[in-house]
């Protein structure tokens, strides 16, 4: 086929071939002359920079532009190229910049350079990745058109503002710096005009404590591993801090001065500094500590105040350590809480006991509850802050207006307390009580048991039931003991009885037994001395005498232990001593 097509062509020496020929000449000449005349404009790929062949009305295009910037090199690449060394014009441009600290890029749609100056346009993306891999730390987003970043030498400045998002380690989060930013020669950035604001991440299951920090000033390195903001403003979960500093460091954030709260469930107040423990990657701050907290809210009856050493504040509540003070109105005096440790749920959380339900506080490490002239101490106080409802945990010790006691678990609110047993009271004027139950009402103490028992001195009384208010100690379901006497030991039995000072009263059915002689009567009152010695018992009411000191029946005697003398009153059937027969 081809040698068919070259035997169709024309002869060698036909016209057509010359006319081609002369014509292909003339080209050539024309093109190379108007090289000459236009020179060597629109090559692509020049190296600008003193280069005496770079003249003005440069054009070209898909090259490469070297930048000097500092101690590193900016390479920019480019798809077009125009202007002169004193105003160039570079569109839609790819930059890389190689610093120990890390492999820059960005991308923007225009760039110039005027007096060498650049000018970068947005929307412009940045990014930076570990040295020498291409792992990401971060990247940013200037949203806006036109004038975004200017660098002169080795710095930037931010003509528009950046949004910027770390996304690798513990210094995760989205940082939008204001117009004005700079990034200097040693790669940190610096805000001398905010706001600046830092938002936590938004991906985890947990909620994040620290979620986000204002500043009116900052500066901070590459990475924003460490740095320094100034008047700060922090969102946190259920509540907010105003600081005048932080400082950011690879391990935390720090408030290292003075601060000021407020919380959602209304407690606000100071503390003397705070830090913010940075997560483990993937993970989201979970933990703000503050120390020297003071705090007060508005309740009802007045304004509660809680002091302690260091507080952590979580989504869940407050843990709080460190000689913790929580301090409450009550009917015009205070109800005081004062614990090792104190945690407060506000909401559900793991950094707080699972078993401390919401809405309620729990002070560990014997804890004291005090008010007015009472308190209650126990290895855990359990609160249910609505109602004031208080449990606490064996062994509890108490203090009251008539003496201590201690018992096992106790629960009840400032008015009413119910401690189970075993219970013993020491009361001021002396004298104990033992029993199953205590049962403690303002001044009114209830004693429970299989008896329940009053000893002091030589006396022991006891009764399923004790109630003891003032000075007047009560058996109202029946008692039975022994009572000191000149001549031995007195033994009492009775329906019901009342000591109250020297006096000791008993009714129903009473039974009085002393050494070689019985008493029984419808009410018997016992009167002891300073010694609390039995000195004089007066029955009363179909009284019934035997033994050595006679036996008889009448309507009322007076017997003295101590003499051994009986004196009756009223009809008496029976034979005895001495005159009162």
């Known amino acids: 086929m081809m040698a068919s097509l070259l035997q169709s062509l024309p002869p060698a020496r036909h016209p057509l071939w010359r006319g081609l020929g002369w014509g292909l000449a003339a080209g050539t000449l024309g093109l190379t002359l108007r090289f000459l005349l236009v020179g060597g404009g629109g090559m692509p790929g020049r190296t600008v920079g003193g280069d005496p062949l770079f003249g003005e009305g440069t054009k070209g295009s898909v090259g490469t532009l070297t930048e000097q910037l500092g101690q590193n090199r900016m390479v920019l690449a480019y798809k077009t190229i125009e202007g002169s060394e004193e105003d160039l014009r570079l569109d839609q441009v790819r930059g890389s910049l190689d610093e120990p600290a890390g492999k820059w890029r960005l991308l923007s749609p225009k760039a110039r350079r005027q007096a060498g100056v650049w000018t970068l346009q947005g929307p412009m993306d940045l990014g930076v990745a570990q040295p020498g891999t291409t792992t990401p730390l971060g990247k940013g987003r200037i949203e806006s058109e036109g004038p975004a970043l200017r660098w002169t030498g080795g710095e930037w400045e931010g003509l528009a503002p950046l949004r910027w ?5 513990s210094t995760r989060g989205t940082w939008n710096l204001p117009v004005g930013w700079r990034r200097e020669g040693d790669g940190r950035f610096r805000v001398e005009r905010g706001p600046v604001r830092w938002l936590a991440p938004t991906d985890g299951t947990a909620p994040a404590t620290l979620k986000a920090m204002d500043a009116d000033r900052l500066w901070a390195t590459p990475g924003f591993l460490s740095g320094h903001l100034e008047g700060v403003r922090a969102s946190l979960a259920e509540g907010s801090l105003q600081a005048s500093v932080a400082d950011l460091t690879p391990d935390t954030v720090i408030w290292p001065g003075p601060l000021a709260f407020e919380r959602a469930d209304g407690w606000r107040g100071e503390a003397k500094g705070g830090v913010a423990p940075r997560p483990a990657p993937g993970a989201r701050f979970q933990q703000v500590e503050l120390r020297g907290f003071r705090a007060r809210r508005a309740v009802a009856g007045g304004e509660e105040h809680l002091s302690t050493e260091g507080a952590r504040w979580t989504p869940a509540g407050l843990r709080l350590e460190g000689s913790v003070v929580w301090d409450q109105p009550l009917d015009g005096q205070r109800l005081t809480l004062k614990a090792p440790r104190v945690f407060m749920r506000e909401a559900p959380g793991q950094d707080l006991p699972a078993a401390l339900p919401i809405g309620h506080a729990a002070a560990e490490g014997q804890a004291l509850l005090t008010w007015g002239r009472r308190s209650l101490s126990s290895p855990r106080i359990l609160v249910e802050r609505a109602t004031r409802r208080w449990k606490l945990q064996a062994p509890v010790l108490g203090r009251g207006e008539e003496g201590t006691f201690t018992g096992g678990a106790g629960q009840g609110d400032p008015r009413s307390w119910t401690i189970e047993g075993p219970v013993q ?23 429970t048991g299989r008896p329940a028992t009053w000893s002091r001195l030589r006396e022991r009384l006891s009764g399923p039931r004790i109630v003891r208010r003032g000075e007047v100690v009560s058996f109202p379901e029946g008692l039975s003991g022994t009572l000191a006497a000149a001549d031995g030991d007195l033994f009492l039995r009775a329906e019901r009885g009342q000591s109250e000072a020297q006096k000791i009263t008993l009714g129903g059915g009473v039974e009085c037994q002393g050494q070689g002689w019985r008493l029984a009567a419808d009410t018997v009152t016992v009167t002891v001395g300073s010694d609390r010695t039995v000195r004089l018992i007066q029955a009363e009411g179909t009284v019934t005498l035997r033994g050595r000191l006679g036996e008889g029946q009448g309507e009322a005697l007076e017997l003295e232990p101590g003499p051994q003398t009986v004196r009756w009153q009223g009809r008496v059937r029976g034979k005895g001593a001495g005159s009162g027969w």
Not at 165 to 169: A, N, P, V
Not at 425 to 444: C, I, P, Q, T, Y
């Open 165 to 169: 998002e770390s996304l690798e380690g």
């Open 425 to 447: 009271l020491n009361l001021f004027s002396g004298g104990s009580l033992r029993g199953a139950k205590l049962v403690w009402e303002d001044a009114l103490w209830t004693l």
